[in-house]
């Protein structure tokens, strides 16, 4: 993803959560998505539709996290 593209997603997610400490960061070696994080935990990822040009925002949520 474009640097533009991470920085609007960055102020998208913060407003949306009402949470500065949310953080869309660019994956190393990945130019298809981007990583969302709250602090250092990682959320998940974020992927553009090139047909479309929307987003889908991507989350696992493991069985240990909900005990």
């Known amino acids: ?6 920085r609007k997603l960055d102020a998208y ?9 949310l ?3 660019a994956r190393p070696r990945k ?3 981007a990583e969302v994080y709250v602090g ?3 959320l998940g ?4 539709d090139e047909d479309d040009g929307d987003y889908n925002f ?9 005990a």
């Open 40 to 42: 250092d935990e990682f």
């Open 1 to 6: 993803m474009k640097p533009e593209e991470i």
């Open 23 to 25: 953080e869309v960061k």
């Open 31 to 33: 130019e298809d998505s």
């Open 58 to 66: 991507s989350m696992a949520i493991l069985d240990i996290d909900l």
């Open 45 to 48: 990822l974020v992927f553009k």
């Open 13 to 21: 997610f913060k407003r949306l959560f009402q949470n500065p400490r």
